[in-house]
């Protein structure tokens, strides 16, 4: 029998397959969750703004979040991975851009129809400050659409930091990197498929998995009324 170490065999190069798929989601998945996390907070705080400000602040903010809409993301992505040097920064930073845009179109929605509720009129009234508005007034309220749409934009970050490295754009062989294993294996199919597989799997369980998950929490908390 083989030992726990080898169940899922060995690559071409004789390295155990399951130690790397088990030390191959990390980047992958720490690279797009800080990506992710910095598009909401830059795309959330600038869709804050726009949605509750009543000045030039929302136009000018809306007109340079249409700029960097109307360039492919896709493309920007190669472009900056490609010039970057197979650096983890930089393609973390290219996501965000990419990201932040989609992410202030929805919190300016949901802010511009929570802004005009008793509670917010209420607190402007006070005299509280616009940042106690926007982040205790009216992000508390408007939760049910992050949750919502933060499922997929994660997943979002996931193909695309797989896609990457994928594409040798990223982390460089030998990295345990999922979508690195699944480059480097396409050839040893019939060696030992899991090679191959294994992390694939994995990646489609991830990506399916987070949605499945954020679906629930939203419909546990429940969308603002």
Do not use: K
């Amino acid at each position: 029998a083989l030992p726990i170490c080898y169940l899922l065999g060995l690559d071409d190069l004789g390295r155990d397959v399951l130690s790397r798929v088990l030390a191959g989601g990390r980047d992958v998945v720490v690279l797009a969750f800080l990506a992710t996390l910095a598009g909401y907070v830059l795309g959330g705080t600038a869709g804050l703004i726009a949605g509750y400000s009543r000045s030039l602040a929302d136009p000018l903010i809306m007109r340079v979040t249409d700029v960097i809409l109307a360039f492919p993301p896709i493309l920007f992505l190669l472009v900056v991975a490609t010039g970057a040097a197979h650096s983890q920064v930089a393609l973390a930073l290219a996501i965000t851009i990419v990201q932040a845009p989609g992410v202030a179109r929805i919190i300016r929605t949901a802010t511009l129809e929570t802004s005009v509720r008793g509670y917010v009129e209420a607190a402007a009234a006070r005299g509280e400050s616009i940042w106690h508005i926007l982040f205790r007034e009216i992000l508390p309220n408007i939760r049910g659409v992050v949750i919502a749409d933060a499922g997929p934009r994660f997943t979002v970050s996931i193909l695309a930091v797989a896609a990457l490295n994928f594409l040798g754009l990223g982390q460089r062989p030998p990295a345990p990197n999922w979508a690195v294993m699944i480059s480097e294996n396409q050839n040893g199919l019939t060696g030992n498929p899991w090679a191959l597989l294994a992390p694939a799997l994995l990646i489609a369980a991830l990506t399916i998995s987070i949605n499945v998950v954020a679906d629930g929490v939203n419909r546990r908390q429940g969308a603002p009324a």
